[in-house]
């Protein structure tokens, strides 16, 4: 099964900019869809975004004109480009790849901290 490393998370002031990237390692026959997810102290996991086999995003409310879900094919890897960032983004970032490799696979990442200051 393939291993999910996510990186690029850290500290950052409101309203600045941080990129998140999750390498796969591992064979991966086609990718369905590649999602971005998070969990804030004391909340339940939520749905940040979503990148499908076509190349069609999705985003929560909440993150629609800072956030850019991206994907580069040819490395099965993930970003998040995540701008303006505010307060209420601060969570652990999780990736997850819905996924063939030989059969139907899921995986997700270890998760990745972003702390934002106001």
């Known amino acids: 099964q393939v291993q999910l490393v996510e990186s690029g998370g850290g500290l950052v002031q409101a309203g600045g900019s941080l990129r998140l990237s999750c390498a796969a390692s591992g064979s991966i026959f086609s990718i369905n869809a590649m999602n971005w997810y998070r969990q804030a102290p004391g909340k339940q996991r939520e749905l940040v975004a979503n990148i499908n086999s076509g190349g069609s995003t999705n985003y929560a409310d909440s993150v629609k004109g800072r956030f850019t879900i991206s994907r580069d094919n040819a490395k099965n890897t993930l970003y998040l480009q995540m701008n303006s960032l505010k307060p209420e983004d601060t969570a652990v970032y999780y990736c997850?790849?819905?996924?063939?490799?030989?059969?139907?696979?899921?995986?997700w990442g270890q998760g990745t901290q972003v702390t934002v200051s106001s």
């Open positions: 997850y790849y819905d996924y063939y490799s030989g059969l139907h696979f899921t995986s």
